[in-house]
C-alpha cells in the first residue's frame, strides 16, 4: 500500500477480483486443463504481486497438476 496507494492498490484488487470471476471461473467450468493451466499461471504473478501469497502458492499448484 505505501507504494502504490490505496487508489491504485484498490484498482489492482479490483482488476484481480474480475481476472478470477471472468477467464479464471470459465477456465474451470471448460474442463481444458491447459486454458486452465494458463489461466492459472496468469493468477500466480497477479496474486504475488498484491501479496496474497497463499493465492498465488494454490494457483501455482493448481497450474502444475493441470500440466502433468
Known amino acids: 500500500r505505501d507504494l502504490l496507494g490505496?487508489?491504485?492498490?484498490?484498482?489492482l484488487l479490483a482488476s484481480l477480483t474480475e481476472q478470477l470471476q471472468g477467464a479464471f471461473w470459465q477456465a474451470c467450468l471448460s474442463s481444458d486443463g491447459a486454458e486452465l493451466a494458463a489461466e492459472a499461471h496468469k493468477m500466480v504473478s497477479?496474486?504475488?504481486m498484491l501479496g496474497f501469497s497463499e493465492l498465488s502458492a494454490l494457483c501455482a499448484?493448481?497450474?502444475k497438476a493441470c500440466l502433468e
Do not use: N
Open 46 to 48: 497477479a496474486a504475488g
Open 6 to 11: 490505496t487508489e491504485q492498490l484498490l484498482g
Open 61 to 63: 499448484a493448481l497450474e
